[in-house]
Each structure stands twice: as structure tokens, then as C-alpha cells.
């Protein structure tokens, strides 16, 4: 999902053979070998897209109950409730809760990083104010903030 709110797209990407120099290769299924990339937009209260594919998609991906896009899909779009349809849009909205748990638990990660890191650079302020040693600075930043020696020597080289 890393459309604009206006830039919703569906490209193609093939293979073709293009012969620079030398005999051409024999490639039958050459033109067989492609992929397409879908690009959703982020907002959810933008209007529905033009492009049906991409609305049903923004639906299905939408952070709303699974029954909830499952009426919506039945309802709005005509898709056939039974029994490998269900199974497969509770398989897609689960694999959509996956990818949200992960962007979820990376944010948290990288925030912790983050607060980790401001705290170790005002330790190490604090410590050189009061002047005392980048030696005593190192052992202490090891054992409050439990680093490796060589990660707080990268800290204080920093700063």
C-alpha cells in the first residue's frame, strides 16, 4: 500500500527478447514470464476506486471485522459466499492481520531502538558534564544499558 491517495495502479511487467549483439536464443515462453504489480492506496475513507480489482482489494484489506468484508464483498462486488470462498477470504484477512501485526511489531522495535538510543546519548552528556572518564562511561554504559564494550565505544565515538 504505498500509492498516493490518487495514484492507485495495476502494471504488467514482462520479459521480451532483444538480440544487442550475436544469434538470438531460442526462448519459446519468453512472453509467458511476467508479473503484475498492484499498487492500494492507504486511506480508507478515500471513495471507492475506479478500478474494481483495486476496490475489492482495499476492501478485503481494510481494518474491519471479517464478516463485515465478507457481506461487503457479497454485497457490493457480487463475490459468491460459499464455502472455498469464505475459506480463501479468511485465509487473505488473516494474512492481512499478519502483515499488520508485523508493521505493528516493527514500529515497536524501531521505537525502542529509538528510545534506547536517546537514552544512551543523554547518559552519556550527563556523564561528560559531571567529567568523568569516557573509560568509566563505557563500563557503565555496558552494564546499565547491557552492551556489548565495542557498541559503546561506537556510542561515545559518536558523540
Given amino acids: 500500500m504505498d500509492a498516493g491517495d490518487e ?42 476506486s475506479k478500478n474494481q480489482l483495486i476496490a475489492m482489494l482495499e476492501a478485503l484489506l481494510r481494518s474491519e471485522p471479517t464478516e463485515v468484508k465478507k457481506k461487503r464483498l457479497s454485497t457490493e462486488y457480487g463475490l459468491e459466499m460459499n464455502r472455498d470462498t469464505e475459506r480463501r477470504l ?24 529509538q528510545g534506547l538510543e536517546q537514552g544512551i546519548k543523554a547518559f552519556i552528556e550527563d556523564k561528560r558534564e559531571d567529567n568523568v572518564s569516557d573509560d568509566v562511561i563505557k563500563k557503565r554504559l555496558c552494564k546499565r544499558f547491557s552492551i556489548t564494550e565495542e557498541k559503546a565505544e561506537e556510542y561515545l565515538g559518536r558523540l
Avoid: T, W, Y
Avoid at 488473516?94 to 501485526?101: I, T
Fill in 90 to 113: 479468511n485465509d487473505m484477512c488473516n494474512l492481512s492481520e499478519v502483515v499488520l501485526e508485523r508493521g505493528l511489531q516493527q514500529g515497536i522495535e524501531q521505537g525502542i531502538e
Fill in 7 to 48: 495514484e492507485d495502479s495495476i502494471s504488467r511487467i514482462s520479459f521480451g527478447q532483444n538480440v544487442l549483439f550475436g544469434e538470438p536464443m531460442n526462448l519459446p515462453n519468453i512472453d509467458k514470464v511476467q508479473g503484475v504489480i498492484i499498487r492500494l492506496r492507504e486511506n480508507e475513507h478515500l471513495a471507492e
